[in-house]
């Protein structure tokens, strides 16, 4: 609480805490340093918008969609830099290979989920 808010007392502060909406086991986190490809990810602000960077992102998705049996959410930076993605997706055809996997919805403005 000190980092998120730093300058509010701590009497002011209400905390509310349940259980996740999915087991534990259902659950697994990714950290992915290089692409289908080969290459490194290497998602600065300065490559992230790259055609290749956008393309190894799409290919990892696809491809965790052929061998995830459930739903997936993928996290995006912001809601401008899932915009991009998506709308790079529909150029190149990715976002067809990826619906025709699975239920895709945008929700929220940085959230994008597969089912």
């Not at 087991?23 to 340093?33: D, Y």
Request: with cysteine; aromatic share 10%; charged share 20%.
């Amino acid at each position: 609480m000190d980092e998120l808010l730093p300058f509010t007392p701590k009497e002011r502060i209400n905390r509310f805490s349940c259980g996740h909406i999915i087991p534990e086991s259902s659950l697994l986190t990714l950290a992915i340093s290089s692409g289908p490809s080969g290459q490194p990810l290497q998602l600065t602000v300065n490559n992230r918008s790259k055609d290749n960077a956008v393309n190894e992102i799409g290919q990892i998705i696809i491809n965790l969609c052929n061998v995830v049996k459930d739903g997936m959410i993928v996290f995006f930076a912001s809601y401008e830099y899932m915009d991009l993605v998506i709308r790079r997706w529909k150029v190149s055809g990715m976002l067809q290979k990826i619906e025709a996997k699975k239920k895709v919805s945008f929700i929220f403005t940085f959230l994008f989920i597969c089912f």
